[in-house]
T-cell receptor, first 110, second 114 residues
Framework: DVKVTQSSRYLVKRTGEKVFLECVQDMDHENMFWYRQDPGLGLRLIYFSYDVKMKEKGDIPEGYSVSREKKERFSLILESASTNQTSMYLC?????????FGPGTRLTVT | GENVEQHPSTLSVQEGDSAVIKCTYSDSASNYFPWYKQELGKRPQLIIDIRSNVGEKKDQRIAVTLNKTAKHFSLHITETQPEDSAVYFCAASTHGGSGYALNFGKGTSLLVTP
């Protein structure tokens, strides 16, 4: 069974704080993704990575950065959190073809 | 980039009826089309997928059809049950879905009433 875990299910942060969201997989897959999910907007791609130390911008990278120092771990960083970044964040990994999602982190920025 | 449109945004059916969700895509190079189901409070999970070399695929009560010429694909659920109630997302990708991110539609909230 594919296992994708995220560091927190719920997170509350203040405006301006630096926020780290962590994603860990146990399947040795190269491809990892960060999506953001908002009602009525579906799943939007923030960043993705094909290998260690490699990263590519998705459709909405503004205000975010990522880090992939080890193959199993992909971190999403909010340099200075803002209220419009309140959302559900979903990490995903890609097998041969199937994309598997983590449980999600619901982030609230106040 | 790829643009995936999904309709309807909400769908309510009675138990036992059929439900159809439709998606269109813009990139003619897309060749992999998965469908995800997301129950309340849970992560999206793959329920069925289709590749561009086939026109239809079926798995028990769910089926997906693909029209490459018109660039649209549809999810069909027959004999719906209350446990089918969820948000459904379509997606499209190139290169068979390997190594490239999925582009998602905005989702359809399906409600099956007993």
């Amino acid at each position: 069974d594919v296992k994708v875990t995220q560091s927190s299910r719920y997170l509350v942060k203040r405006t301006g704080e630096k926020v780290f969201l962590e994603c860990v997989q146990d399947m040795d897959h190269e491809n990892m993704f960060w999506y953001r999910q908002d009602p009525g907007l579906g799943l939007r791609l923030i960043y993705f990575s094909y290998d260690v130390k490699m990263k590519e911008k998705g459709d909405i990278p503004e205000g975010y950065s990522v880090s992939r120092e080890k193959k199993e771990r992909f971190s999403l960083i909010l340099e200075s959190a803002s209220t419009n970044q309140t959302s559900m964040y979903l990490c995903a990994i890609q097998g041969q073809t199937t994309t598997y999602f983590g449980p999600g982190t619901r982030l609230t920025v106040t | 980039g790829e643009n995936v449109e999904q309709h309807p945004s909400t769908l309510s059916v009675q138990e036992g009826d059929s439900a159809v969700i439709k998606c269109t895509y813009s990139d003619s190079a897309s060749n992999y089309f998965p469908w995800y189901k997301q129950e309340l409070g849970k992560r999206p999970q793959l329920i069925i997928d289709i590749r561009s070399n086939v026109g239809e695929k079926k798995d028990q009560r769910i089926a997906v059809t693909l029209n490459k010429t018109a660039k649209h694909f549809s999810l069909h659920i027959t004999e719906t049950q209350p446990e089918d109630s969820a948000v459904y997302f379509c997606a499209a990708s190139t290169h068979g879905g390997s190594g490239y991110a999925l582009n998602f539609g905005k989702g359809t909230s399906l409600l099956v009433t007993p």
